[in-house]
C-alpha cells in the first residue's frame, strides 16, 4: 500500500522555468518530509527536508511547499536547468526511521 | 573520503544461486538501510539495522537476509526464495535510529539470467 503518492511521473521544462513535483500523503503521524536527488546510475542525495511546523523552506532555488491541512507537500526548482535534469524522490517518516518513498519523478530540463 | 561504499556496480548471477551484496560504511553511524529500487516504483525498504547484532524486517524482506556483525557493514543476501531478484540495490545509513537524514551508496545492480 502506497502511503505517499507522488506526481507528475515525469516533467519537461524549458531551461530557466519552474519546475513543481507534488506529494500527497495518507499517515498524519508522519513528522519528516525529505526530498531526494537521483542521477543516473548513482544513489540518490537529500536535497531538502522539512518538518509539519513550518508551511516553506527555501534553500537556493530550492523550496519546499507544505500543506498540513491537505495533507500534501510539493517541491518548486526556480530558473530550472539542464544539470537538474534528474529523478526527484519525496520521501516521509515518523521520528526520521524507516522512510517511505514516492515513486519518483524524472525531470528533463531542455536547453 | 568518507562515505557508503557498495560493491560490485554491476552483478550478474544465474537463477537458483545466492548472492551477498556488500555495503561498508566509515561514517561511523549507527543505522544501516537496504533498499530495493525498481522503475516507476520508488524505493522499498527490504531490512534495516539500528545497531551491531540487530535488525528488522523492512516492507519486502522476503527472499533476502542479512547480518550486522560489524558497525561498518551491513552485507545483503539475495536468496533463491526470492521471485524477481533483478534490480537496483541501495545500501544508506543514518548516525542514529532516530537521525532523520539518510545517505545512500552509489548502488549495486544485480541482474539474475
Known amino acids: 500500500q502506497q502511503q505517499v503518492k507522488q506526481s507528475p511521473q515525469s516533467l519537461i521544462v524549458q531551461k530557466g522555468g519552474i519546475s513543481i513535483i507534488n506529494c500527497a500523503y495518507e499517515n498524519t503521524a508522519f513528522d519528516y518530509f525529505p526530498w531526494y536527488q537521483q542521477f543516473p546510475g548513482k544513489g540518490p542525495a537529500l536535497l531538502i527536508a522539512?518538518?509539519?511546523?513550518?508551511s516553506e523552506k527555501k534553500e537556493g532555488r530550492f523550496t519546499i511547499s507544505f500543506n498540513k491541512s491537505a495533507k500534501q507537500f510539493s517541491l518548486h526548482i526556480m530558473d530550472s536547468q539542464p544539470g537538474d535534469s534528474a529523478t526527484y524522490f519525496c520521501?516521509?517518516?515518523?521520528?526520521?526511521?524507516?522512510?517511505?518513498f514516492g515513486a519518483g519523478t524524472i525531470l528533463r530540463v531542455k536547453s | 573520503d568518507g562515505g557508503i561504499t557498495q560493491s560490485p556496480k554491476y552483478l550478474f548471477r544465474k537463477e537458483g544461486q545466492n548472492v551477498t551484496l556488500s555495503c561498508e560504511q566509515n561514517?561511523?553511524?549507527?543505522?544501516m538501510y537496504w533498499y530495493r529500487q525498481d522503475p516507476g516504483q520508488g524505493l522499498r525498504l527490504i531490512y534495516y539495522s539500528q545497531i551491531v547484532n540487530d535488525f528488522q524486517k523492512g516492507d519486502i524482506a522476503e527472499g533476502y537476509s542479512v547480518s550486522r556483525e560489524k558497525k561498518e557493514s551491513f552485507p545483503l543476501t539475495v536468496t533463491s526464495a526470492q521471485k524477481n531478484p533483478t534490480a537496483f540495490y541501495l545500501c544508506?545509513?543514518?548516525?542514529?535510529?532516530?537521525?532523520?537524514?539518510?545517505?545512500f551508496g552509489p548502488g549495486t545492480r544485480l541482474t539474475v539470467l
Open positions: 522539512i518538518r509539519p511546523d513550518v
Open positions: 544508506a545509513s543514518s548516525i542514529t535510529r532516530d537521525t532523520d537524514t539518510q545517505y
Open positions: 561514517l561511523n553511524h549507527d543505522a
Open positions: 520521501a516521509a517518516s515518523i521520528g526520521g526511521n524507516k522512510l517511505v
